[in-house]
């Protein structure tokens, strides 16, 4: 399924506003998805170089973002919204509910 980029929008916000002891809790795959795929989605392919040996975090920042090369803007946009919204299924709480319902209707 395709999503809109107003879709996108709303789902990188509330991504962004998920508290930290909430009942929706990315992990750290979920985290890489969402980096990657917002990265190409504003900035295109990555063009920059690789973190040094000890920057652990940069590094895989950088993996996930090359690892999702040749995506358009549109398929990296809608990828972010379907992880997003398979991510608020595992959770049968009222907050979901209405996060998914957000979304879809942006």
């Known amino acids: 399924?395709?999503?809109?980029?107003?879709?996108?929008?709303?789902?990188?916000?509330?991504?962004?506003?998920?508290?930290?002891?909430?009942?929706?809790?990315?992990?750290?795959?979920?985290?890489l998805f969402f980096y990657a795929h917002f990265k190409q989605a504003n900035q295109g392919d990555n063009t920059t170089t690789r973190p040094g040996m000890l920057d652990f975090v940069g590094k895989a920042k950088w993996d996930a973002w090359t690892g999702v090369k040749g995506l358009?803007?549109?398929?990296?946009?809608?990828?972010?919204?379907?992880?997003?919204?398979?991510l608020l299924e595992k959770d049968e709480g009222e907050e979901s509910k209405k996060n998914k319902e957000a979304v879809l209707n942006a």
């Open 72 to 86: 358009s803007t549109e398929e990296a946009q809608s990828k972010y919204v379907a992880r997003f919204l398979a």
């Open 1 to 31: 399924m395709s999503y809109t980029a107003a879709q996108f929008t709303k789902a990188v916000a509330i991504v962004g506003d998920l508290p930290k002891d909430g009942p929706v809790q990315p992990s750290q795959e979920d985290k």
